[in-house]
């Protein structure tokens, strides 16, 4: 079982009491180093507590594209807790974890949900279940298309665990078959320079049709570096 390490609520009131009493049996410079010391400790085990268990590595198969190229993604999470770890490699809805920001004015780009939406079989979501060891990986490789009227839409996951798409406008030009789906659409407006970074993040357990998993998804937030996308004419 993976257990998440949480400060108990009482942690802090124990620091300052025993705290206190400490300084109380001191005083002057030998009053100043204690409580230097104390807070000290205290920072580290706030540090050591947050400290996450997953590293995340985005890259890209080139940094300059135009019109028309495909994004191919390379994303690498690794385990870099002490525990075993259970995580879901999630192949619905590419690119909703993902942040799209122009450099030059430092915006966020606007995301369209996806351009088509699709109904799933009863109990099942397009997902692996991935068991991470200490200093284990994984990695997984997804694209994204860059449209015509400059929209990057990330691709869908095939044909797999759903009954269809829905009827609907793509809400982008020219989307090849592979980009038309639930994979997120984001709104780029011109061509430049972009920094894409992805995130992991659980903040709840769910399954792609087992009712009972073998053990509780990892639970929380991890971040990417970043990876550039040049867009020229």
Request: aromatic share 8%; net charge positive; charged share 20%.
């Amino acid at each position: 079982m993976i257990t998440m390490k949480k400060k108990k609520a009482g942690t802090t009131k124990i620091l300052v009491t025993a705290t206190t009493k400490l300084l109380r049996t001191v005083s002057g410079q030998s009053k100043f180093s204690c409580l230097l010391a104390i807070v000290c400790l205290n920072l580290s085990s706030v540090s050591a507590s947050e400290k996450p268990d997953l590293s995340i590595s985005l890259s890209t198969n080139k940094t300059i594209y135009h019109k028309g190229d495909e994004v191919v993604f390379t994303e690498t999470i690794k385990n870099i807790s002490k525990n075993t770890v259970q995580l879901i490699d999630d192949q619905c809805g590419y690119g909703s974890d993902m942040k799209v920001m122009r450099v030059s004015d430092h915006s966020q780009c606007s995301r369209i949900e996806c351009s088509a939406g699709h109904t799933l079989k009863p109990g099942l979501r397009p997902g692996v279940r991935k068991f991470l060891t200490a200093n284990e990986s994984f990695t997984r490789k997804f694209s994204a298309y860059i449209t015509d009227d400059l929209h990057l839409a990330f691709q869908n996951h095939g044909t797999t665990g759903f009954t269809g798409f829905s009827a609907g406008a793509t809400k982008a030009k020219n989307l090849p078959e592979k980009y038309f789906g639930c994979g997120q659409v984001f709104d780029l407006g011109k061509v430049g320079h972009y920094q894409v970074t992805a995130t992991y993040s659980n903040s709840g357990d769910w399954s792609t049709g087992s009712i009972h998993p073998p053990m509780p998804l990892w639970q929380g937030s991890a971040h990417s570096n970043t990876a550039d996308v040049q867009v020229a004419d």
